[in-house]
């Protein structure tokens, strides 16, 4: 009886889970069927190493996800990513390349030290950031707009300094180092683990610390955090300017892993990093995801991937069984969202 | 068909809402060719009355019949076939398109849903002339002003043959100028055997427009005569406000000591020449209708409107931006509580600190088992009604989201509150509770401004009350026994 009680009391206080756990679980639900469903169709899906690649392989989109995820968070979109990569990765690229060492112009760069070449590049990277935040924020242009106009951009700038190509010559040894070492005694790659510890952080920031919390409320109503004393103008700068530096970070791993600035790397990746933040369940209206779910919408992307090669689909085939498995996540989740009860 | 005398007849309409009874055995007539004034204060019941001539409302019961015959539209689609047009306050206008694509909106002749130029828009045109020449059919309508806005709808009513246009305070958004262009359009409609049924609060317009005159009162119809038979103003007034019993209150007596806030010469696009004291533990109420510019004042005082002159608080110039407003001890409930003060679709919890988060932080980090407790603390505190604080607030009543909002200002820890319509839209036993809270905190010693259209509200809670009209300060008033609603009621609608 006392017990009983003792239960009754407690049950209102946090018995329901908010919608944001909700949508995390089902999504974890959904990844264990596609899992299951992959295993099935695909010999030796569930190999341990197999496994260990689904987490690893999506390192690059889930990079690039946290920034993106928290803008949707605000109500806004990030489309420059993917161009941002490809910019970041050729400029660390010429900026390191020997200066005046052969005929080719493509083989000549700017001579600078690798570590100021990354700095250099990731800075520019921030000036796509500041673009796109001077056209959101401050004049208030719709971010669709805007960050497919930056993503042209950052893209075109990629195209001349690589003349359309790419740039792979006369790099010093330094530069591939980072690309593709491995943390010491296991197999997997730094850039996976700048992955999970970005990801970590982010989600501290985001569950944890007043400015993360700040994001939910421009979200969930931008009006009413502009009176609340919030900066909104303010955050959103830093928020454009923070996932343009990690789609900085991103196109410099990738460049080092090839030891090449390749003008059309990472085209389409902003589409991925949209799609794996909502089949996190986060909110295209904004005020609503986190970046834990992003992280499960991400290996559920990779599962499919993944098996649609194992099944040996033709490209083109694998394209439309990803778009098919994804739209129907995403509106199952919805669904589920629409009836739950309470 | 002999046409009969009244256009409109109304018999025992009434019209319940849950818990309410909006209008309440209404019969009157409305007679053709006139233009027919309908009063009363907020909440009288003219909207719901309006509605249901509209069709955007199903009454309970009663008839209405509309030149002899039986009516009750559907939808207002059904209303203006019928021949009667609303002009609502929010114009029903889409800024997007040009004058002609307006006029001809939802009345479009299509051949396989294709757009066909016909004669249709060349009469629309033609009315929209003779009306009102300096308005072009190609003009892009964001263009106009709401005035010639208006005129565009009124054209459209008329071209569509309307013989009954609804207006529902005109005359509160537009310059005097434009008032008397307005005028002079309603007077020739009337010439031209269309009923005019008026709807203001600014009574010397109903003198000069009037030919008819109806009293509403807390849902019952008062009266219905002919305006030349109203002796004058005050006799309209009272009418208005019947017997009304204030819960008087007795404003406490104030030392002269430095003021909290000081207000001097603001002015800006609504606001004309303010100036004014607040002082400690003092309740100062702005009442005035709408469009006098209380939430003008609230904007500009928080810093989100610009202005000119100056604000003073606490002895430093105010900034003009909200996060410095609220750093220096300022906080605003406002008006709309859904699109500017709450975060529906987030907790309680998440709602309830945000104005003050360091507070419940150390070093940018959020401190969880703080958070929840202030949260527990005031759904406590303000009686909140809700099973938990992870509740969203969209899923409260509006009495509760108010008080969500009210916490959230409370929380801030501000030394001069401002509260924009503290309690509209909330049920009576939350409204006292918040009255309550209010006259608490002024006893520990807060300034509160209470920006109000309702009266009664206003009367029982300030110590000071000043009277807005079409953005300036016709008169402060102190509190006490010997205050004059009818008095006030005068000065707001527009008397000297």
Redesign the interface.
């Known amino acids: 009886m006392n017990v009983e009680t003792k239960l009754m009391q407690n049950k209102p206080a946090g018995s329901r889970m908010s919608n944001e756990t909700f949508i995390t679980l089902f999504m974890i639900g959904m990844l264990a069927l596609v899992f299951g469903m992959a295993t099935l169709a695909v010999p030796n899906f569930y190999l341990p190493q197999n496994m260990i690649n689904l987490l690893t392989n999506n390192w690059f989109i889930i990079i690039v996800g946290i920034g993106v995820t928290f803008l949707l968070v605000t109500g806004n979109f990030d489309m420059s990513v993917g161009g941002v990569i490809a910019l970041t990765g050729v400029l660390s690229v010429y900026f390191s390349q020997g200066a005046n060492v052969s005929q080719n112009a493509l083989a000549n760069g700017l001579g600078l030290p690798y570590v100021v070449a990354i700095v250099l590049a990731l800075l520019c990277a921030m000036g796509i950031g500041g673009i796109n935040a001077f056209f959101v924020a401050f004049l208030k242009v719709p971010s669709i707009i805007v960050t497919l106009g930056t993503m042209m951009l950052a893209r075109g700038i990629a195209q001349v300094v690589t003349q359309g190509a790419q740039r792979n010559t006369s790099l010093p040894d330094v530069f591939g180092l980072i690309g593709n070492m491995a943390v010491p005694a296991t197999s997997i790659k730094i850039s996976v683990l700048i992955m999970l510890v970005l990801v970590f952080v982010a989600f501290i920031f985001e569950k944890k610390m007043v400015p993360g919390r700040r994001t939910y409320l421009i979200g969930a109503n931008s009006e009413a955090a502009r009176l609340s004393g919030i900066k909104v103008t303010r955050h959103l700068t830093s928020l454009f300017i923070l996932s343009a530096l990690l789609a900085g970070i991103t196109g410099i791993l990738l460049a080092s892993e090839f030891k090449a600035g390749v003008s059309n790397r990472a085209t389409g990746y902003e589409f991925d990093a949209l799609v794996v933040a909502l089949l996190g369940g986060v909110s295209i209206s904004g005020g609503r995801g986190s970046v834990l779910g992003m992280f499960v919408g991400a290996i559920i992307l990779s599962v499919v991937t993944s098996a649609s090669t194992g099944m040996l689909l033709s490209p083109d085939w694998q394209f439309i069984l990803k778009g098919s498995v994804t739209f129907i996540a995403i509106l199952a989740q919805r669904f589920a969202l629409e009836h739950r009860k309470g | 068909m002999q046409p009969t005398e009244n256009v409109l007849e109304i018999r025992e309409l009434v019209k319940d809402f849950p818990g309410v009874r909006a209008v309440n055995d209404v019969s009157f007539n409305i007679k053709r060719s006139t233009v027919h004034c309908l009063v009363g204060e907020n909440g009288a019941g003219k909207s719901t009355l309006i509605k249901m001539l509209t069709g955007a409302y199903a009454r309970t019961s009663g008839r209405i019949l509309l030149n002899g015959e039986e009516y009750s539209p559907r939808s207002t689609r059904d209303a203006r076939q019928r021949g009667i047009s609303t002009l609502f306050q929010e114009l029903n206008v889409v800024d997007q398109l040009t004058v002609e694509e307006n006029l001809t909106l939802g009345l479009e002749d299509t051949t396989f849903g294709f757009l066909r130029k016909t004669d249709k828009i060349n009469k629309m045109v033609s009315v929209m002339n003779s009306i009102e020449p300096s308005i072009k059919p190609r003009q892009q309508v964001s263009t106009l002003s709401v005035a010639q806005k208006q005129i565009v709808e009124i054209a459209k009513a008329v071209a569509t043959e309307s013989n009954i246009i609804i207006m529902d305070e005109p005359t509160a958004a537009i310059s005097e100028g434009e008032i008397a262009r307005l005028f002079t359009i309603i007077r020739k409609l009337r010439e031209n055997n269309v009923t005019v049924i008026y709807i203001s609060h600014r009574l010397d317009e109903i003198f000069e427009l009037g030919d008819y005159v109806t009293v509403m009162r807390d849902g019952k119809h008062i009266d219905t005569k002919p305006v030349s038979q109203v002796r004058d103003r005050s006799e309209l007034i009272k009418m208005m406000i019947g017997k009304t019993v204030f819960e008087q209150y007795t404003p406490r007596v104030e030392e002269s000591k430095e003021p909290t806030l000081q207000v001097q010469h603001l002015s800006n696009h609504k606001l004309k020449d303010l100036s004014f004291d607040v002082h400690d533990g003092e309740i100062v109420g702005f009442y005035g209708l709408v469009g006098a510019g209380k939430t003008e004042l609230a904007r500009a005082i928080?810093g989100?409107d610009t202005y000119e002159g100056d604000i003073v608080f606490n002895g430093r110039k105010l900034q003009p931006s909200?996060?410095k407003?609220?750093?220096a001890g300022i906080a605003?409930v406002?008006e709309e509580r859904r699109?500017?003060?709450?975060?529906?679709?987030?907790?309680i919890r998440?709602n309830v600190p945000?104005?003050n988060?360091?507070k419940i932080?150390r070093g940018?980090?959020?401190d969880?088992a703080q958070e929840r407790e202030v949260a527990e603390k005031y759904v406590g505190k303000l009686r909140i009604a809700s099973?938990?604080?992870?509740?969203?607030a969209a899923q409260l009543s509006g009495g509760n989201q108010q008080k969500v909002v009210l916490s959230?200002c409370l929380f801030?820890d501000a030394d001069l509150l401002m509260l924009d319509e503290p309690t509209r839209g909330v049920d009576v036993g939350a409204k006292s509770e918040i009255y309550a809270i209010i006259r608490q905190l002024a006893a520990e010693g807060k300034s509160i401004l209470i920006f109000s259209s309702e009266l009664p509200e206003i009367v029982n809670l300030c110590d000071t009350i000043c009277l807005l009209y079409d953005g300036s300060m016709k008169a402060m008033l102190r509190n006490g026994p010997e205050i004059d609603s009818e008095k006030i009621l005068h000065i707001v609608t527009g008397g000297e």
């Open positions: 928080y989100v909200p996060d407003a609220i750093a605003l406002p699109s500017q003060g709450l975060f529906t679709i987030l907790t998440a945000v104005m988060m360091q932080s940018g980090f959020i969880g099973s938990s604080i992870e509740k969203e959230k801030a």
